[in-house]
């Protein structure tokens, strides 16, 4: 699909980060877009942002769903055919993400699940809701949002990170066996992988407000366990006051937006370059291509403490994350 103007697109995650950035870009090239997110402010502002920029008769609009859940997903799926006066669809863009869920072992089990079922469950979801509606179509397109972490299931030795990294590599596999399934069932529909490294986005911030660790209103365990965390890292937090925990939590999140190598409208036209190009993997940063590399060259070592230290030798990554 080499132009998207005139053509519909839904995106998840729309009103924040990447699926902003998707939903203004996509909009500009006259293509009409349908979004989801939790937050409806959030959408109201990209919306707003894409329309600006649109050419007239562009049609952007919104729906309040989250995509762990199949019924509000479904629910999405109708407004869309109601909101556009359509059949069908042309792109789906899976974007929706939050993080969280690091440990099997030590983290609740409800943190983990919901990790898992945003970023694995969203995409599963809403793949199957779209997905007739992307076969009616005369040319489709899935693009599914993985992240580094589908290529490598780590943020280094002293951090477990096992609800983000398991979804973010089923939605790899996922994608990469859709593109046999499509070929032969439907020929005139095919997908992407998307593979984001340091993306400047408030997905620190997002998670930590949707599993209840509002920097404002963090409970003190959650402030210890942060503590906990950062000790290990090597941050000298042991005697942080709780106030000044809430702020660092805080600086964490906006240096993760703010000091990122890659934009978040970068990214987006990165990916959108991606499928005009028809490629079904698309590497989203220098150092998403340098980890890629990394990981084939050995990919025996690459969860050993040396290979992280290697790398933040090298300055490639700082934080990991989509």
């Given at each position: 699909m080499d132009q998207f103007a005139g053509r519909i697109a839904v995106v998840t995650g729309g009103g924040t980060g990447m699926g902003r950035a998707l939903v203004r870009q996509l909009a500009a090239e006259g293509c009409h877009v349908s979004m989801c997110d939790v937050a409806e402010p959030a959408m109201a502002e990209s919306r707003d942002a894409a329309l600006d920029g649109a050419p007239d008769g562009t049609r952007v609009t919104?729906?309040?769903?989250?995509?762990?859940?199949e019924d509000q997903v479904l629910a999405f799926r109708d407004a869309v055919l109601a909101d556009h006066g359509t059949d069908n669809v042309n792109l789906l863009f899976n974007n929706a993400g939050i993080g969280g869920g690091g440990s099997l072992l030590a983290d609740s089990r409800a943190e983990w699940d919901k990790t898992f079922g945003v970023d694995w469950g969203g995409v599963y979801f809403c793949t199957r809701a779209?997905?007739?509606?992307?076969?009616?179509?005369?040319?489709?397109?899935?693009?599914?949002?993985?992240?580094?972490?589908?290529?490598w299931a780590s943020v280094g030795p002293t951090t477990p990170h096992t609800a983000y990294s398991a979804a973010k590599f089923a939605v790899r596999g996922f994608t990469e066996a859709l593109i046999t399934d499509l070929r032969l069932h439907a020929p005139h529909v095919s997908a992407s992988v998307v593979f984001p490294g340091h993306i400047g986005t408030d997905?620190?911030?997002?998670?930590?407000?949707?599993?209840?660790?509002?920097?404002?209103?963090?409970?003190?365990?959650?402030?210890?366990a942060f503590r906990a965390q950062g000790i290990k890292m090597g941050f000298p937090l042991a005697e942080t006051s709780h106030d000044d925990l809430r702020g660092?939590?805080?600086?964490?999140?906006?240096?993760?937006?703010?000091?990122?190598?890659?934009?978040?409208?970068?990214?987006?036209?990165?990916?959108?370059?991606?499928?005009?190009?028809?490629?079904?993997?698309?590497?989203?940063?220098?150092?998403?291509?340098?980890?890629?590399?990394?990981?084939?060259?050995?990919?025996?070592?690459?969860?050993?403490?040396?290979?992280?230290?290697?790398?933040?030798?090298?300055?490639?990554?700082?934080?990991?994350?989509?």
């Open positions: 919104t729906f309040v769903a989250d995509v762990s859940d779209f997905l007739p509606l992307l076969v009616a179509s005369d040319a489709g397109h899935i693009v599914n949002t993985s992240s580094v972490n589908g290529l997905i620190v911030l997002n998670t930590a407000k949707l599993h209840g660790r509002d920097p404002d209103t963090m409970s003190v365990e959650d402030l210890e660092a939590v805080k600086m964490m999140g906006h240096g993760f937006r703010d000091f990122a190598p890659t934009s978040a409208e970068q990214a987006a036209t990165i990916i959108l370059d991606g499928v005009r190009a028809g490629r079904w993997r698309i590497l989203v940063g220098e150092d998403a291509g340098t980890l890629d590399e990394e990981v084939r060259r050995d990919p025996e070592r690459v969860y050993d403490p040396e290979f992280w230290a290697e790398l933040q030798a090298r300055g490639v990554f700082n934080v990991l994350g989509r």
